[in-house]
């Protein structure tokens, strides 16, 4: 069996198996390698994905994830008093909901290799420009999100990751590298082009290869087809699968 890859999160994990995604980019790249499992749920907030843990990752399992990633905090950073005041999560709630992530995932396999991936910057007009666009002039004035609250959340995430020395990728940070981020890498203010996708594969697939999971150093997982005898084809597969 494959190993699997969980990527945990909300809309902006639910998305990435789009044309374009950095999850579908992931499963592209660990193809016959790993099955990358997407588990993105859109709106959530870490509040309510705490209630997902037992379903998605049962304890006692016998096939536990080898790797997971988890990429929260873009709702729970929405602003009280705002359109998505419901999805809101104080921010230091907000950490210790991600540090009772991490534990239950490390209960369900010690060895799993955890990344804590934070939310990526908020382009404000770009939310507004969203807004109106769906509700004219009963629109909001005010965006439901700000860049400056979007950093808070990505810091504790990233104060997390330090505590419990785990890898983690500050997306908030990376993107706002680059001039013009905002029409580059969002395309709502919020949720990512087919340019901030490949920013978040990239980081993803530098993480797996600094730690020990390289795609490169991962063996298939049945044998390549070069490698078939045409004239006796079960040698090639006598070590994987026995009785045959």
Known sequence: ??????????????????????????????????????????????RWALFLLHHLFPLGSATPPV????LFGANDAA????????????????????????????????TMLIVLIT???????????????????????????TNETAGLYAEKCVELARELDLPSINLWSKMQEMDGWQKKFLSDGLHLTKDGNAVVYQEVVRVFSETWLPASKMPYDFPHHSEIDPENPGKAFQQQCLGV
């Open 1 to 46: 069996m494959r190993p699997q890859i969980v990527l945990f999160g909300d809309s902006i994990t639910e998305q990435s198996f789009r044309s374009g995604g950095w999850g579908a980019a992931l499963a592209d790249t660990y193809s016959r390698k790993a099955d990358i499992v997407n588990r993105g749920f859109g709106g959530y907030n870490t």
């Open 67 to 70: 790797a997971a990633t988890i």
């Open 79 to 110: 602003l009280l008093g705002r359109t998505s005041a419901r999805q809101h999560v104080p921010v230091d709630e907000y950490k210790e909901n991600l540090r009772r992530m991490v534990q239950h995932l490390k209960e369900c396999c010690s």
């Open 119 to 145: 939310p990526p910057p908020v382009d404000e007009e770009g939310r507004k420009e969203y807004a109106r666009a769906l509700y004219g002039e009963k629109a909001m004035k005010l965006p439901e999100r």
